[in-house]
């Protein structure tokens, strides 16, 4: 069955520690890969995007992603998170016009 | 810029009631946009499909006589929830599709049924 999966339902780091949060999928083909933030009541707002050519991709507020086709995963990173940075991450996937997100991952921020 | 807006940003309407929630492009045409569900703490859950000047595509349990679909402009598609019950209660976000694969999302409307 077509899945994204976001392993890690909670991740807390330290201010200025670095982050990766991990999204495999389960599609036939390479499906088109995002990921999004969203603060306590508010919508997704798009960090990166991948369709194709180099598979690492830069995004806002210093996020990155790198698409790895051989482990089915695009993990998004950062090297220095922020406290405004605590929010609740999804990757989703839109297979032939049809997009899936994952459970979320919540991030909590130490100060 | 793409930016997505959706009307009212929260509602609170009693049982049996029915509640529309607006969904606008402001900067550019959608032929298409979404509406998901979204539970606390959980991910969002594709609703329907909404396409300019059709009907809308329904996700598999999901009752569309209850939760109906208009899209009756390039900017502008409505759900609206019919007899609403407390179990209806939830937030629901929609979106709109630009160019082939992006989409853009509203910031979302909290609905409460008393």
């Known amino acids: 069955a077509q899945s994204v999966t976001q392993p890690d339902i909670h991740i807390t780091v330290s201010e200025g520690a670095s982050l990766e949060l991990r999204c495999n999928y389960s599609y036939g083909a390479t499906p088109y890969l995002f990921w999004y933030v969203q603060s306590p009541g508010q919508g997704l707002q798009l960090l990166l995007k991948?369709?194709?050519?180099?598979?690492l991709v830069q995004g806002i507020k210093g996020f990155e992603a790198e698409f790895k086709r051989s482990q089915s995963s695009f993990n998004l990173r950062k090297p220095s998170v922020h406290w405004s940075d605590a929010a609740e991450y999804f990757c989703a996937v839109d297979n032939n016009n049809d997009m899936r997100f994952g459970a979320g991952t919540r991030l909590t921020v130490k100060p | 810029g793409a930016v997505v807006s959706q009307h009212p940003s929260w509602v609170i309407c009693k049982s049996g009631t029915s509640v529309k929630i607006e969904c606008r492009s402001l900067?550019?045409?959608?032929?298409?946009m979404f509406w998901y569900r979204q539970f606390p703490k959980q991910s969002l859950m594709l609703m329907a499909t909404s396409n300019e000047g059709s009907k809308a595509t329904y996700e598999q349990g999901v009752e569309k006589d209850k939760f109906l679909i208009n899209h009756a402009s390039l900017t502008l598609s409505t759900l609206t929830v019919t007899s609403a019950h407390p179990e209806d209660s939830s937030f629901y976000i929609c979106s709109a599709r630009k160019g082939t694969y992006e989409q853009y999302f509203g910031p979302g409307t909290r609905l409460t049924v008393t």
């Open positions: 991948y369709f194709s050519g180099d598979t």
């Open positions: 900067d550019f045409q959608a032929t298409t």
